[in-house]
């Protein structure tokens, strides 16, 4: 995976440039809904979640 990103991103810029390369570069090979489905976290769709979420 290591090898994959970085034939396809130049990682300049300051850490937080290079995260949002990353990010940017996953979000154009997944399609996903949000980070949390790509990355297994789960919290139940409860009342509460929802109320603080939104």
């Known amino acids: 995976m290591l090898q994959w990103i ?3 991103v130049t990682l300049t810029g300051t850490p937080l440039e290079q995260i949002s390369q990353v990010q940017k570069l996953f979000a154009e090979q997944f ?6 489905v790509l990355l297994a976290n789960e ?3 409860t009342e509460r979640y929802l109320v603080h979420t939104l």
């Open 31 to 36: 399609e996903f809904g949000n980070l949390d």
């Open 6 to 8: 970085s034939e396809r």
């Open 43 to 45: 919290e139940p769709i």
